[in-house]
């Protein structure tokens, strides 16, 4: 998992992130830095869990995609493949798949069928959305206490 196997393209100042190799579906792609934490996001960071947000070098030119080529599994801190990517391709994620709620969000305009059409975090999306994605635990975890303090507020809401 060197380096030189992804590499930074910028064309008209909007940078990606480019496999400079085959990989196959499972494969590691890298190894996710983690070069200074933060307890807030920023549009540099990844979340790693609930609290901690982290500045990931190099990984910060990964583009959101609502079709995404890779995962990153924060648990593991990898990258890995999760289909086919051939050398040449840019490489993309799905940002809610570990963003709780975005710094900075934005409109996306990947064209995918599944298209999100506005990213700015797991918390905002219907569980419908996020069921067809890969999920970091922390996000799963905060999906689980939003439904269980719905739970706990469904009796009041029904008095009303």
Known sequence: MSSDVITIRTENKVRSLIARQ???????????????????????????????????GKLSALNHSCDPNVILDMDRMLVIANRDIKAGDELSFFYPSTEWEMAAPFI????????????????????????????????????????????????EMKQK
């Open 108 to 155: 996306c305009l990947c064209g995918s069928p599944r298209c999100i059409h506005v990213v700015a975090g797991a918390r905002f999306l219907p569980f419908s959305t996020l069921e067809h994605h890969y999920l970091n635990r922390h996000i799963r975890e905060q999906i689980i206490d939003l439904l269980n303090d719905t739970q706990r507020h469904l009796p």
């Open 22 to 56: 085959d990989f196959k579906c499972g494969d590691v792609v890298y190894q996710i830095p983690s070069e200074k934490l933060f307890d807030k996001p920023n549009r540099f960071t990844v979340q790693m869990d609930r609290e901690r947000h982290t500045e990931v």
